[in-house]
């Protein structure tokens, strides 16, 4: 059974779409979706990342249903006029 939530993705344009979910009760992943695993370097034995591997409960998987539109360029953020802070000093 899916069990569906609405997300908002932003690559490569901005659109509302449909997730999957992973079951809350599942004894593998207890509800995350994935077991974490770390791994270390082979010469010094040190910590060189992890790797995340998906639980059978889980697929990941996104149906893009909406896309958004763009922001108009008059309402994007441009270079402040001035600074957000003060430069006198506090007295």
Known sequence: MLRLRLTVVGCPRRAIAVTDTPLPDCATCDGVGGIESYYGDYDTGEYA???????????????????????????????????????????
């Open 49 to 91: 990342g992890s790797d995340w591997d998906l639980c059978h409960c889980w697929t990941g998987r996104q149906w893009r249903v909406l896309p958004l539109p763009r922001q108009p360029r008059w309402t994007r953020r441009t270079a402040p006029a001035r600074a957000p802070w003060a430069n006198e000093p506090p007295f």
